[in-house]
Nanobody, 118 residues
Framework: QVQLVESGGGLVQPGGSLRLSCAAS????????MGWFRQAPGKERERDFV??????????YYADSVKGRFTISRDNAKNTVYLQMNSLKPEDTAVYYC?????????WGQGTQVTVSS
């Protein structure tokens, strides 16, 4: 079955950086686009799009709010997708999830908490 395991979150000061990882299994990772999504506090029923890339990583897409600060990448040999987050802001505080993009799987991972606070 599909498994998505996110890691790398934590508490960071405004302006800081974090690198998130998502280990995927149970599907043919190398032929699917992948994306990162986030769920902000108080928005338990909403996951917002953050970034995505195609199967070979040659095309990337970003939400306007993170463009120029976040970078998505993937390693198909390791079935892993990454999100490098720089210049973090308090409004980036959220639980971050990865999933297939487009057409996310119904099953999501546990997510990884990112808190940006001084």
């Amino acid at each position: 079955q599909v498994q998505l395991v996110e890691s790398g979150g934590g508490l960071v000061q405004p302006g800081g950086s974090l690198r998130l990882s998502c280990a995927a299994s149970g599907f043919t990772f190398s032929i699917d686009g992948m994306g990162w999504f986030r769920q902000a506090p108080g928005k338990e029923r909403e996951r917002d799009f953050v970034a995505a890339l195609n199967s070979n990583g040659g095309k990337t897409y970003y939400a306007d709010s993170v463009k120029g600060r976040f970078t998505i990448s993937r390693d198909n040999a390791k079935n892993t997708v990454y999100l490098q987050m720089n210049s973090l802001k308090p409004e980036d505080t959220a639980v971050y999830y990865c999933n297939r993009s487009p057409a996310p799987f119904a099953s999501w991972g546990q997510g990884t908490q990112v808190t940006v606070s001084s």
